[in-house]
């Protein structure tokens, strides 16, 4: 029996050489990209950025060391409603620092030329709109809105301001994102068929079981001014700190994650949004009060365009990944793949060959003795050899500077924005086109339904 297993196996692999069915070796080959070199301009008093930051948590922080590495820019203010979060940016960023649980002071203060908003989600669109209708530039986390009817507004204020606003999925500036974006219209992957992202995590923080601190109270955190427009209920420091649980405040799975792979994919596909959006979720482990599922899978499907075939998009979310998680996003097309992490990504090239061979797994070996003959001699006449040949594969691994930190230059891009005129990567259409699906994903999850968007009107379709 293992001498006959050899044999047919062998004799497998031969009739698939003898095709060109035997792909090469691949041969990796490792780039590293390279930053663009800052030009050292002194900046005057009169091209100053000065930044009020509303929402101290975690990635409010992450902003502003990432704003404040920009020449030229100042942290003169800062908003949030947990007075221990007031005294700690004090301590970090300046005793001379302007604290206040109140936005609209900041809003109302004359050297106040920006202001960052790494809110919970439900106050992304209110401050928004009020900050540029107060004549500030603006910097929103994703998702842009925590409603879709909201999307429209935000637009139509930042147009009528003529202000500047970005959307904070970071990566859409990475020197990744861009080369891949250069990769991909050059027709690295050929047509494209298919994309399949996913951000798994294994751990409690993953999970947004965020730390609470032991002296949070109804003196030291403004609840209500916390719960804004939302449903009123008494204080409860869990969903202060861990707001992302609660579809009253955040918009769960999709509105943290799947905003960044949808941004990535728009920004390098040159894609505006899915017409048909099917999920399912479900609270599989993190049963700790949350309203919001932990796994959650979603499929986009995008029409043809000018810029693009029409491709299919397999979103996942699994906050109990127990091979430890990860990230990956897959750009694939008929002759390769891009396959995208955080800061890097690897371009697989595979074409197919012209012929479409015969024998292994085929019907071949089924035929009589004769007529397989007369197929071989029939297919060879059709295809020459090297129509035959399988060509060879090639997989180039794309790295960037080791701490290369995209956020600096998501924010490099607004200010030069501001400064010179030029667009945003992520304005606000850009921004609702991204957060559309995301919050579409979410009703369709909970109402058990397929839902249609309309990606060039930004509006959920009938």
């Given at each position: 029996m293992k001498r006959r297993n050899f044999l047919r196996k062998a004799a497998g692999a031969s009739a698939l050489a003898a095709t060109g069915l035997a792909a090469a070796d691949s041969m990796a080959k490792v780039v590293q990209l390279q930053a663009p070199v800052?030009?050292?301009?002194?900046?005057?008093?009169?091209?100053?950025?000065?930044?009020?930051?509303i929402g101290a948590g975690i990635i409010g922080h992450y902003d502003t060391q990432a704003a404040l590495k920009t020449q030229g820019t100042e942290l003169v203010a800062i908003c949030d409603l947990y007075e221990g979060r007031l005294a700690q940016a004090k301590e970090k960023f300046g005793k001379s620092l302007f604290a206040t649980r109140d936005y609209?002071?900041?809003?109302?203060?004359?050297?106040?030329?920006?202001v960052i908003i790494a809110t919970p989600d439900h106050w992304h669109a209110p401050i928004s709109i009020e900050a540029l209708n107060k004549g500030k530039h603006v910097y929103c986390e994703k998702p842009m809105v925590h409603k879709v009817q909201e999307g429209l507004d935000v637009v139509a204020a930042q147009q009528k301001s003529g202000k500047r606003m970005q959307v904070g999925s970071q990566r859409v500036s990475s020197l990744a994102f861009i080369e891949a974006k250069r990769l991909y219209e050059a027709g690295a992957i050929g047509k494209l068929n298919m994309v399949v992202a996913s951000t798994n995590r294994h751990s409690s923080l993953g999970a947004w079981q965020y730390s609470i601190?032991?002296?949070?109270?109804?003196?030291?955190?403004?609840?209500?001014r916390f719960l804004g427009n939302a449903p009123k209920v008494p204080f409860d420091p869990t969903r202060f700190f861990r707001w992302r649980n609660y579809r009253d405040y955040g918009t769960g799975v999709p509105g943290d994650l799947f905003v960044h792979l949808i941004s990535g994919i728009h920004f390098i596909t040159g894609a505006l949004g899915p017409t048909r959006i099917m999920s399912s979720g479900q609270l599989s482990y993190w049963k700790d009060g949350r309203d919001v599922p932990d796994v959650v899978s979603s499929v986009l499907e995008y029409p043809e365009t000018d810029k693009h075939p029409?491709?299919?998009?397999?979103?996942?979310?699994?906050?109990?990944?127990?091979?430890?998680?990860?990230?990956?996003?897959?750009?694939?097309?008929?002759?390769?793949?891009?396959?995208?992490?955080?800061?890097d990504f690897t371009l697989a090239q595979s074409p197919l060959p012209k012929a479409p061979g015969y024998g292994g797994y085929d019907s071949l070996f089924t035929f009589p003795t004769e007529v397989q003959a007369e197929f071989e001699k029939q297919y060879k006449a059709k295809y020459s050899e090297a129509d035959r040949a399988w060509p060879k594969k090639n997989e180039t691994k794309f790295q960037s500077p080791a701490g290369y930190d995209e956020r600096v230059d998501h924010f490099a891009n607004l200010f030069k924005s501001i400064r010179e005129g030029?667009?945003?990567?992520?304005?606000?259409?850009?921004?609702?086109?991204?957060?559309?699906?995301?919050?579409?994903?979410?009703?369709?999850?909970?109402e058990q339904k397929i839902i249609n968007w309309d990606p060039v009107k930004m509006k959920l379709g009938k």
């Open positions: 800052q030009e050292n301009k002194k900046v005057s008093v009169n091209d100053k950025i000065r930044i009020g930051l609209r002071e900041i809003l109302h203060r004359s050297d106040v030329d920006m601190p032991p002296d949070a109270s109804p003196q030291t955190v403004d609840f209500d029409a491709f299919q998009v397999c979103l996942q979310v699994n906050f109990a990944d127990g091979s430890g998680g990860g990230e990956s996003t897959r750009i694939i097309g008929s002759d390769g793949a891009l396959t995208l992490g955080w800061n030029t667009p945003v990567v992520q304005d606000p259409s850009f921004g609702l086109r991204a957060a559309g699906p995301c919050l579409a994903t979410n009703l369709s999850v909970f």
